[in-house]
Structure formats: structure tokens, C-alpha cells
């Protein structure tokens, strides 16, 4: 498995993350909280599933990409669930709704692109903007219906204070998917100095070929 790179800029971000899980792991080891362990394991785990999908499918991620995707698992998983962050910080779930939002405003946006090719003619800025807001926002729709069946099946307490809870996370969820279609409409635009407009434009730099552009 290789690890996808941006010219110059070693992946520090991944790396510190994946030695972070690990340390974790290895201690709840060592002190018999197998139960952080186990989700330090499982965590990396998925942090290495973005670059095998990629390999396989022949998508290449840029390194931040990779680095976000690993960094929000530990976020949520590790701090947020086995660190009890959700509970220590109000302010926690809000970043991560956030974060994840605007992500796949992103996402949305290079959904949208390959649907046209990169046709610039075709792929009218407010167009790929409201593709990729719906889109976004109906992955959080969708991520706040599963919360809701845990805890109706399983008696889990996902939703923290119910109706208020879901409700401020779809409104972080739109907030963060406006900033993420923004920058697809940005792109778009010629706009390309912003942070986001370039992880766009490095994922399209290294996979032209989904992007009509051999």
C-alpha cells in the first residue's frame, strides 16, 4: 500500500495521527483497557481505508485528504467517545458536525464535476454549489436518522438531549455544507487561493482522468 503524496509536503499531520492511535492502543494494552484498544485499532483501521478504496478504484487522494479523513476518525472516536470529549466540551460535536459538513460539501462539489467532465461550460458555478449543499446536507439528514435508530433499537443515548440536539446538528450541518459548496462555486469561479479551493483543485490535479481530462 502506497501512501498518496503532495509535492513537498510530507503528510506530518497522518503520520502524527496514526502514531497517536497506536500509542494508544499499545497502552490500553499494557493497563488492560482493552477497550481502548480496541477502538485505537479499529481507528486506524478505517484511516487506512480511504487509500486501499482509492488503489482499487484508481482514485488518488491527495495527502490532506487522507490526513482530514484520519484526524477526524481520532477526533471522533478516540477523544470524542473513548476521552469522553462529547461530554467534557460542548463545543466538540459542533466542530466535528462542522468539519464533516463541510467535507462533503467537497465532495459534493467533485461529485458534481465528474458527472460533466470538468466541463466549465457545462458546470455552472451555482450548479455544482446546490448539488453539493443537498448533498451534504442529506448526509447529515441521513447520519442523524441512524443516531435515532441506535437509540430506538439498542437504548443508546447518541442524541444527548434529543430534538434540540439533532436540530443544532443539522443546523451546524448547513452552515458547513454552504462553506464546502462555496468553495466548489469558488473553484469554479477561478478562485483557487483559498484552502479549500486548493484541496479541490489537488484532487482534480491528480485524478484528470475522472475529470475528462486524460
Known amino acids: 500500500m502506497t501512501l498518496p503524496r503532495q509535492s513537498n509536503r510530507p503528510p506530518n499531520i497522518l503520520y502524527l495521527t496514526w502514531i497517536i492511535l497506536i500509542g494508544a492502543a499499545v497502552g490500553g494494552f499494557l493497563t488492560g483497557a482493552f477497550s481502548i484498544t480496541f477502538v485505537a485499532a479499529g481507528t486506524l483501521l478505517l484511516s487506512l481505508v480511504p487509500i486501499w478504496v482509492g488503489e482499487r478504484i484508481g482514485v488518488t487522494l491527495p495527502t490532506a485528504f487522507v490526513s482530514a479523513i484520519a484526524a477526524f476518525l481520532c477526533a471522533t472516536l478516540v477523544l470524542g ?3 469522553d470529549f462529547y461530554e467534557r466540551y460542548w463545543w466538540w460535536d459542533v466542530v466535528l458536525h462542522g468539519g464533516s459538513a463541510v467535507a462533503f460539501g467537497l465532495v459534493g462539489s467533485l461529485l458534481m464535476l465528474m458527472l460533466v467532465k470538468g466541463n466549465r461550460l457545462t458546470a455552472a458555478p ?3 454549489a446546490f448539488f453539493a449543499f443537498c448533498f451534504a ?3 447529515g439528514a441521513v447520519w442523524e ?3 435515532f435508530t441506535l437509540d ?3 437504548g443508546l443515548n447518541t442524541q444527548k438531549s434529543g430534538l434540540v440536539d439533532t436540530m443544532w446538528d443539522l443546523i451546524v ?6 462553506i464546502g459548496a462555496g468553495a466548489g462555486w469558488a473553484y469554479l469561479k477561478g478562485r483557487q487561493n483559498g484552502p479549500l479551493t486548493r484541496a479541490i483543485h489537488a484532487f482534480i490535479d491528480k485524478n484528470r482522468r475522472l475529470f475528462g481530462d486524460d
Not at 450541518?173 to 454552504?178: F, K
Open 126 to 128: 451555482f450548479t455544482v
Open 145 to 147: 436518522i441512524w443516531e
Open 137 to 139: 446536507v442529506m448526509i
Open 81 to 83: 467517545e473513548v476521552g
Open 152 to 154: 430506538q433499537l439498542f
Open 173 to 178: 450541518d448547513t452552515g458547513g455544507a454552504l
